[in-house]
């Protein structure tokens, strides 16, 4: 029997940073790379052009558009991959999107999960609504670098040591690349991650005998399907809006807000789950909760919670989109909750697929009496 397959792409920035830091000699080593750490389990494949392929943000970022919608939509319609790991975020991809054709997982045999963030984050959401689709927000392993970095800055009070936290990066970036790949393996096979998201409630109220369906992701990426013919991918009806962004200032992330309030996303939404936000060094989060109460219904407390857990951060938990996620009170920690997603098997058998237009999976949530933002 043939071994399933995860692939590895780089439709959106260029991995060259990250090959860089794991000291490999190109591009085309991190697939031999990744292979040792996934083992036996998985054959491990990617294209080595669009994974070494340069970026020039003054030149039109990537000129190889063609090339990569191309090996998007080759890997979603092959049965043989299990999944697809966008390596990193970054640029470039939204504006392939009308490249692509996802009408290929009609035809799949079984599903497909697909891990990212940041800039593909419209690509998770897109294949999770599907029902050969498993879309899973979670950090590119490319992020490592920047994340990585960035924590030991922070440590130091966010005073960069410059050698002194690229040093930090460089000794602990191959055993968080190892982990996250193994993480995969496991949520492949149906198994929770190791990674569990944690939150906290800042208004409203829960109903922890019903599961919750999250959309949304990166605010400025996903925002972009409004008014375009992936809008159902983004349909808050009846799911709890995630939110997460990076160096947008407050106004700008205002006018995203104000964005999801014209598009009436608030009055749908069953609730919101703040991620991270910073600017640089700046902790943006308070920021993002002052803004949020000026766009929320004024007729009903949608539940709130705040994680640090989601975004461009280290650690990051992975997030399904599309996916009942269940929610637990934590023991340890009063008014903290515990998000639990439901396992799910990839390599069985997926039948009539289509799109699935999102649905309400309860209204438990939609009318509770809530109490004051704290």
Wanted: proline share 6%; net charge neutral; charged share 25%.
């Amino acid at each position: 029997m043939e071994r399933p397959r995860i692939h590895l792409v780089a439709p959106a920035g260029s991995c060259q940073p990250f090959v860089r830091a794991l000291g490999l000699k190109s591009a085309g080593a991190l697939i031999p790379y990744v292979q040792a750490i996934v083992g036996e389990r998985f054959v491990v494949t990617g294209d080595e052009a669009l994974l070494g392929a340069e970026e020039d943000e003054l030149c039109g970022g990537r000129s190889d558009d063609a090339a990569r919608a191309r090996n998007i939509e080759t890997a979603l319609g092959d049965s043989r991959i299990a999944a697809m790991v966008g390596v990193r975020g970054g640029a470039w991809f939204t504006r392939i999107l009308s490249r692509i054709d996802f009408g290929v997982l009609e035809r799949r045999r079984g599903r497909i999960a697909v891990f990212g963030f940041s800039e593909l984050s419209s690509l998770v959401n897109i294949v999770g609504v599907h029902s050969a689709g498993f879309g899973v927000h979670d950090m590119g392993p490319a992020f490592l670098v920047y994340g990585l970095r960035r924590h030991a800055q922070l440590a130091r009070g966010g005073e960069s040591a410059g050698e002194a936290d690229e040093a930090w990066m460089g000794e602990h970036l191959a055993g968080e690349v190892h982990g996250y790949f193994r993480d995969v393996v496991q949520m492949l096979d149906g198994q929770p991650s190791a990674r569990v998201i944690y939150a906290r409630l800042m208004q409203g109220e829960l109903d922890p005998s019903r599961p919750i369906h999250f959309v949304g992701g990166n605010l400025t990426v996903f925002t972009k399907l409004i008014g375009t013919r992936f809008q159902r991918c983004i349909d808050p009806e009846g799911r709890w809006l995630v939110l997460e962004d990076l160096n947008e200032k407050p106004e700008r992330i205002d006018r995203m807000l104000a964005q999801l309030s014209l598009a009436g996303f608030w009055e749908r939404c069953e609730g919101v789950l703040l991620g991270d936000f910073h600017r640089r060094e700046a902790d943006l989060s308070a920021a993002v909760s002052a803004l949020l109460p000026y766009h929320l219904p004024t007729d009903r407390t949608v539940p709130v919670l705040r994680t640090r857990n989601v975004g461009h951060v280290w650690p990051m938990s992975p997030l399904p989109l599309h996916h009942p996620v269940m929610l637990t009170p934590d023991e340890k920690a009063e008014g903290t909750w515990v998000l639990a997603p439901a396992p799910v098997s990839i390599t069985g058998e997926c039948s009539a697929s289509r799109f699935v237009r999102p649905g309400r999976p309860g209204r438990s949530a939609r009318h509770a009496a809530g109490t004051r933002p704290r």
